[in-house]
């Protein structure tokens, strides 16, 4: 059994997007299913705890992103999702702000994206109210070394960036395998401990960018996940 934790705050799911939100987690949980072989569980991130996944022999934890600043959050309600990033043992792939939960549960601070003057300014990169950036829309990623999860994805694949924060350097015994001029931490692996992250969102592949569906499927035999 996969878990897909959703990382969304409760109040996002007051607004006018929840029905979209709500969709886009059953079509992500579908998606898992279909790349392991096996069923795959939507836990809320403050449902989620030691003896749920005990019960139900979880083999994996996966995490949303989110489109709420990590401020709103409670520390008690996120404090099981991150004792189980540190102490479960289990393969864990945080989408987004999956990542940026798996970085401050294991001690480092997620920032806003800051643009320096010799960072090019194209459509990938957007600026919101207040003068905040965004790195958003489908483009490519640098990759950096030789690894199993990158099999399959040629010299720049292209993934979707819907985030105005970032991990600015890696946890530690974490490598950075994959970058962009605007966010250097896209792509981050601890290999001893099968846990992966993305900054970008490869779970949103589309039959024109099939990339993410590569790499979330390089993940699942890496971490010995499918059926």
Not at 109 to 135: M, S, T, W
Not at 172 to 193: C, K, N
């Amino acid at each position: 059994m996969l878990i897909f934790v959703d990382y969304e705050h409760a109040e996002r799911y007051d607004t006018d997007s929840a029905e979209r939100i709500q969709a886009a987690r059953t079509w992500i949980t579908y998606r898992l299913e279909d790349l392991s072989g096996q069923p795959c569980m939507l836990v809320r991130y403050d449902r989620l705890s030691d003896e749920l996944l005990d019960r139900v022999g979880a083999q994996a934890l996966f995490i949303s992103g989110n489109g709420t600043d990590p401020s709103r959050y409670d520390p008690i309600a996120l404090e099981p999702l991150h004792s189980a990033i540190r102490k479960s043992g289990l393969p864990v792939f945080g989408f987004c702000g999956g990542l940026q939960a798996m970085a401050e549960a294991l001690g480092v601070d997620v920032v806003p994206i800051e643009v320096g003057d010799d960072v090019e300014h194209n459509d990938a990169l957007k600026q919101g109210p207040g003068g905040r950036y965004f790195e958003v829309g489908y483009r490519p990623i640098e990759l950096h070394g030789d690894h199993p999860l990158l099999d399959g994805l040629g010299e720049a694949p292209v993934m979707r960036h819907a985030h105005g924060l970032h991990v600015p350097v890696p946890p530690t015994g974490f490598s950075v395998l994959a970058s962009t001029t605007v966010t250097p931490v896209q792509l981050i692996i601890d290999e001893d401990r099968r846990m992966v992250g993305t900054q970008f969102h490869p779970e949103y592949w589309t039959d024109e960018h099939q990339a993410g569906r590569t790499l979330i499927a390089n993940f699942m035999r890496w971490a010995d996940l499918t059926a």
